[in-house]
């Protein structure tokens, strides 16, 4: 048996086979299945990394956007987590788990601890004590994570450059900067919080749409519409003596504003997951 599954590098002892290290036939199935959708990591492994586990889960969300979210959290913040003998890849994804051009890691080397607490991955970073925890891991991925965070994921805690989640270009591979958006090194442009903001406070939708969130988008745009629309409507009816509903009144201007806060809040959360102003990119540096 070959050491690369559809090009990528993988140690099949320990991808193949269940937490006891044991091959089991509904374990492949379910790697391979996501394994075909990782084509494009070739490019972002390091020389002697293998793939050891492929799960899926949901990123983390900052406590304003989670409160805001509701059930949309599914939807949002799905995200695929490849574990290699050297770091953690977390790959937001969509709905369909298809790659969004999103490429982050998580280096043992500066992690302090790494830890499968019920469903939830926690990672504590060596650098601040920061801590990330990545939400509803696949159940039937669980044991075999505890078992390689016991005996085979090597954290020392190194408070080095790495002691922190840290986003990749998903055009050159090279480390991205926080807060910047454009690659220091192939000059690849993000997509921004100053134009997410603007677009969620002064087009109805826009923030969703500017991160490429389109359903959400047409659907915000609706209700923001509609929303503005009735409490206008109601407004005016008040001020020249019409009788009106004095919930209404007050409920649709502030449901109003509820939802572009949520937009607001949203559009410029998911900046923070580097998105390209470009929509399909290709990873062209292939040094390491």
């Given at each position: 048996?070959?050491?690369?599954?559809?090009?990528?590098?993988?140690?099949?002892?320990?991808?193949l086979?269940?937490?006891?290290?044991?091959?089991?036939?509904?374990?492949?199935?379910?790697?391979?299945k996501?394994?075909?959708?990782?084509?494009?990591?070739?490019?972002?492994?390091?020389?002697?990394?293998?793939?050891?586990?492929?799960?899926?889960?949901?990123?983390?969300?900052?406590?304003?956007?989670?409160?805001?979210?509701?059930?949309?959290?599914?939807?949002?913040?799905?995200?695929?987590?490849?574990?290699?003998?050297?770091?953690?890849?977390?790959?937001?994804?969509?709905?369909?788990?298809?790659?969004?051009?999103?490429?982050?890691?998580?280096?043992?080397?500066?992690?302090?601890?790494?830890a499968?607490?019920?469903?939830?991955?926690?990672?504590?970073?060596?650098?601040?004590?920061?801590?990330?925890?990545?939400?509803?891991?696949?159940?039937?991925?669980?044991?075999?994570?505890?078992?390689?965070?016991?005996?085979?994921?090597?954290?020392?805690?190194?408070n080095?450059?790495?002691?922190?989640?840290?986003?990749?270009?998903?055009?050159?591979?090279?480390?991205?900067?926080?807060?910047?958006?454009?690659?220091?090194?192939?000059?690849?442009?993000?997509?921004?919080?100053?134009?997410?903001?603007?677009?969620s406070?002064?087009?109805?939708?826009?923030?969703?749409?500017y991160?490429?969130?389109?359903?959400?988008?047409?659907?915000?745009?609706?209700?923001?519409?509609?929303?503005?629309?009735?409490?206008?409507f109601?407004?005016?009816?008040?001020?020249?003596?019409?009788?009106?509903?004095?919930?209404?009144?007050?409920?649709?201007?502030?449901?109003?504003?509820?939802?572009?806060?949520?937009a607001?809040?949203?559009?410029?959360?998911?900046?923070?997951?580097?998105?390209?102003?470009?929509?399909?990119?290709?990873?062209?540096?292939?040094?390491?």
């Amino acid at each position: 048996m070959g050491s690369r599954i559809f090009g990528l590098p993988v140690d099949r002892e320990i991808l193949l086979s269940n937490h006891k290290n044991i091959y089991k036939k509904r374990v492949e199935k379910r790697q391979r299945k996501l394994i075909v959708k990782l084509t494009f990591l070739k490019p972002f492994l390091r020389n002697g990394e293998k793939i050891l586990l492929i799960t899926t889960g949901y990123s983390p969300l900052s406590s304003p956007a989670q409160y805001l979210t509701g059930f949309l959290f599914v939807y949002l913040k799905r995200a695929m987590y490849i574990f290699t003998n050297y770091r953690i890849f977390h790959i937001p994804v969509t709905s369909t788990v298809r790659h969004k051009n999103s490429i982050a890691q998580i280096d043992y080397t500066g992690c302090k601890s790494v830890a499968l607490t019920g469903g939830t991955l926690v990672v504590q970073y060596a650098k601040y004590g920061k801590i990330d925890s990545f939400k509803a891991i696949a159940v039937s991925e669980r044991k075999k994570i505890r078992a390689l965070l016991k005996n085979t994921i090597p954290v020392s805690g190194t408070n080095n450059q790495l002691a922190s989640r840290t986003h990749l270009c998903p055009n050159c591979t090279h480390t991205l900067v926080k807060g910047k958006y454009i690659c220091e090194n192939c000059s690849l442009k993000f997509k921004s919080k100053r134009v997410a903001a603007l677009s969620s406070i002064f087009i109805p939708g826009g923030g969703y749409f500017y991160i490429r969130y389109f359903l959400l988008g047409s659907l915000d745009a609706v209700l923001e519409i509609f929303l503005l629309l009735y409490s206008a409507f109601l407004i005016h009816n008040y001020l020249n003596h019409v009788p009106v509903n004095l919930i209404h009144l007050v409920a649709m201007p502030l449901i109003f504003v509820y939802v572009k806060i949520a937009a607001l809040f949203h559009s410029t959360h998911f900046i923070d997951e580097f998105i390209p102003q470009a929509k399909n990119t290709e990873s062209k540096n292939f040094t390491r």
